[in-house]
């Protein structure tokens, strides 16, 4: 069971199962929506995704091509949002309330980062997308 929560905990959700590992966009509109360099997602089963409290809490805004990020309205931490294809959830990394045993596994739009930004691992960094195997 991992739990997480926003920062008022008006939202709070549980997956009764595993997380996947740890990706993190280096993309304007994550670092946008995160308010820092990048934004770290994991991913989980919508069938394992439950929310505890607050699902009426969170609020969407869809960019016109379809860019969509989901936030609590109170204290507007992102929240979990399902994926467009129903079958996963994903999860801000920060939203979580423990730390499972997950890493970072790939950075992707690294080739839009900010010019700052240095990335202190060694997981697989793109260009943009995960390249298809
Ligand atoms: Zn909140
Ligand atoms: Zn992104």
Redesign the pocket.
């Known amino acids: 069971m991992v739990k997480g929560s926003?920062?008022?905990?008006?939202?709070q959700y549980a997956v009764d199962g595993k997380v996947s590992d740890i990706g993190h966009c280096h993309c304007s509109k994550c670092r946008k929506i995160s308010g820092v360099n990048s934004n770290g997602v994991v991913l989980a089963a919508a069938r394992r995704f439950q929310w505890i409290c607050?699902e009426d809490?969170v609020r969407h805004y869809s960019m016109e091509d379809g860019w969509t990020s989901a936030f609590?309205s109170?204290?507007g931490?992102p929240a979990p949002m399902p994926m467009p294809d129903g079958k996963l959830f994903w999860l801000p990394i920060g939203s979580l309330d423990e730390y499972p045993e997950i890493n970072v596994v790939q950075h992707i739009y690294v080739g839009s980062k900010a010019r700052w930004e240095i990335i202190g691992d060694d997981a697989p960094q793109y260009d943009t997308e995960v390249e298809e195997a």
Not at 6 to 11: H, I, P, T
């Open positions: 926003c920062l008022c905990k008006g939202v607050g809490l609590c109170t204290c931490c």
